[in-house]
């Protein structure tokens, strides 16, 4: 049997003019987290929705467990759960009233399930508080306690530590982490916090203008990431010029402030600091760094968005 749980083929949606999902194809099989990365208006969400059934594709397809008719995604849906974009919840009920009225929309026998939900997400001191006094923390805290709910076999998160403290954020990646390796559920989640996604994920697709530009396991990307070099001089065009046109480099990066990360020939570091001094160039900066998964996703897919390199920022998509 196939341990591969969800699978697309040149996934497409468009709306009029913007094409949201431009033919990805991927695989997740069982037992990953997936990260899901990307520019905010990447298609991230849109691709989401799709698997959910909230959207139509307009071309392509995608199977849960093999199936791919109407009946058998709806069918896979069951044992699926989805937190997209902001959870819905009734304002004037609490959230152990939101979580029991959504227990019984699905069927589920176990009354206590709502009490251990609210106690693993970290809601037992507020389970009986109405959702209007929620923060965006607390919201996102319900939506995943909603999540869980069914004991989902794989779930879809869009953006779920939106919100949350630098605390709640590690208490969510753990209770991710512990439903992964005890109870093998599959993780298909959307994050723009870098940082957290690389303590959390055993796998990554990284995403923009609606293109899967890559797919990786986490042990691919520490490999792909590995050292660089970033040299920051009295002149860093003219550096950049110097590495390029004197010593045929081309695998680099230049970062806002000029300088320049280096990711080729890094044996060669006397040679490349000699060259530049030659060239009437006086170093500032040159250090040896170990790339991580911000200066990856950087490297890939270009730093024209700052939520992604510092983190904590909300955001929407399409």
Do not use: W
């Not at 037992?31 to 990307?38: A, D, H, N, R």
């Amino acid at each position: 049997m196939s341990d591969i749980v969800i699978e697309a083929k040149e996934l497409t949606k468009q709306y009029k003019k913007q094409l949201a999902v431009d033919s990805a194809s991927f695989r997740i099989r069982k037992g990953m987290i997936c990260g899901l990365v990307g520019p905010n208006g990447a298609g991230k969400t849109t691709i989401m929705k799709m698997l959910g059934g909230l959207v139509l594709p307009t071309g392509g397809s995608f199977s849960i467990y093999g199936g791919s008719s109407e009946s058998e995604l709806a069918h896979s849906r069951s044992r699926m759960s989805f937190m997209i974009e902001t959870p819905y919840a009734k304002e004037e009920m609490s959230a152990r009233e939101n979580l029991e009225k959504l227990r019984l929309q699905k069927g589920i026998p176990n009354k206590k399930r709502v009490d251990e939900v609210i106690e693993l997400v970290g809601l037992g001191n507020a389970g009986n508080k109405h959702v209007k006094k929620y923060s965006l923390g607390m919201r996102q805290r319900l939506g995943i306690a909603g999540a869980l709910l069914s004991k989902p076999e794989i779930m879809v998160l869009d953006e779920p530590v939106n919100g949350l403290d630098p605390e709640g954020i590690i208490e969510i990646r753990n209770m991710l982490k512990k439903l992964n390796e005890e109870e093998n559920v599959t993780i298909l989640i959307s994050s723009h916090i870098l940082p957290e996604l690389s303590q959390l994920c055993t796998d990554y697709i990284f995403i923009k203008n609606g293109k899967i530009r890559k797919m990786t396991s986490a042990d691919e990307l520490h490999k792909l990431c590995g050292e660089y070099f970033h040299i920051h001089t009295n002149d860093d065009p003219a550096a950049l010029a110097v590495l390029q046109n004197k010593l045929g480099i081309h695998e680099c990066d230049v970062l806002r402030d000029g300088s320049v990360r280096l990711f080729e020939r890094l044996d060669e570091l006397p040679l490349i600091s000699r060259t530049l001094y030659e060239n009437g160039l006086v170093p500032v900066e040159l250090h040896t760094h170990e790339a991580d998964l911000e200066s990856y996703y950087i490297k890939l897919v270009g730093d024209d968005n700052a939520e992604y390199n510092q983190g904590n920022t909300e955001t929407t998509e399409a």
